[in-house]
């Protein structure tokens, strides 16, 4: 039972560089999110996608842009990468019936030099 | 608008010593609450939420939570801490009026360092 399945695990970027970091989810849910982790500041919120072919920005979008591929697929890229934006991304799902509970993946570690 | 505070960075507690996780809240309507537990290196994994009913919620390896309306507050506990249990913990929010972007907003997290 994969869940939420993030790729790739870590990545390291120059400036400048572009990159997308891709999520799939296997649970049929409609909602999908992508976070930032950062020491200190918790999860926020870059993206949302309430259903399939429908995103919405989030609180630090930014520097990022989304494609809801499909209802299992949402990709995060990254067109010029800063070394602000170094950090661990999160992806998420959730369905309609579960109140709001999330299921997240492990994560993709960018460095960013 | 709605908002989390986890008040302590990080919390120490010997291992079969009760434990206490603090957090509390604001939102405009009533309130879906969740709490998140992080092990390194992976992803939030759900404990338990609250969403009506009962104050004392449980949750799973043997967590509660209670709320408190009257001062906006969701503290996680345990009656008995084990080392297991050190990781990061993340209370969340939900307006259970937002409609259907089910946004949540999280707390900055609390490291819970068990000591054997």
């Known amino acids: 039972n994969a869940g939420v399945t993030q790729t790739p695990k870590f990545q390291v970027l120059k400036t400048g560089q572009s990159m997308t970091l891709q999520c799939a989810q296997d649970m049929n849910h409609n909602s999908m999110y992508w976070y930032r982790q950062d020491p200190g500041m918790g999860l926020r919120l870059i993206y949302y996608?309430?259903?399939?072919?429908?995103?919405d920005k989030g609180e630090v979008p930014n520097g990022y842009n989304v494609s809801r591929l499909n209802k299992r697929e949402f990709s995060l890229r990254l067109e010029s990468a800063a070394p602000s934006q170094t950090s661990v991304y999160f992806c998420?799902?959730?369905?309609?019936?579960?109140?709001?509970?999330?299921?997240f993946g492990d994560g993709t570690r960018l460095s960013i030099l | 608008a709605q908002s989390v505070a986890q008040p302590e960075d990080q919390v120490n507690v010997a291992e079969g010593n009760p434990l206490t996780v603090k957090c509390t809240y604001s939102?405009?309507?009533?309130?879906?609450l969740f709490w998140y537990v992080q092990y390194p290196n992976r992803g939030l994994q759900f404990l338990l939420k609250?969403?009506?009913?009962?104050?004392l919620v449980k949750g799973s390896y043997g967590f509660e939570a209670e709320f408190n309306k009257s001062q906006t507050s969701f503290h996680l506990k345990k009656p008995s801490a084990l080392v297991s249990d050190s990781a990061l913990y993340f209370c969340?929010?939900?307006?259970?009026?937002?409609?259907?972007?089910?946004?949540?907003?999280f707390g900055t997290g609390t490291k819970l360092q068990v000591i054997p």
């Open positions: 609250y969403i009506t009913g009962d104050n």
């Open positions: 996608s309430a259903s399939e072919g429908t995103t």
């Open positions: 939102v405009s309507g009533n309130p879906y």
């Open positions: 998420a799902s959730s369905g309609d019936s579960l109140q709001g509970i999330q299921h």
């Open positions: 969340a929010v939900r307006d259970m009026n937002s409609g259907g972007y089910q946004k949540v907003t």
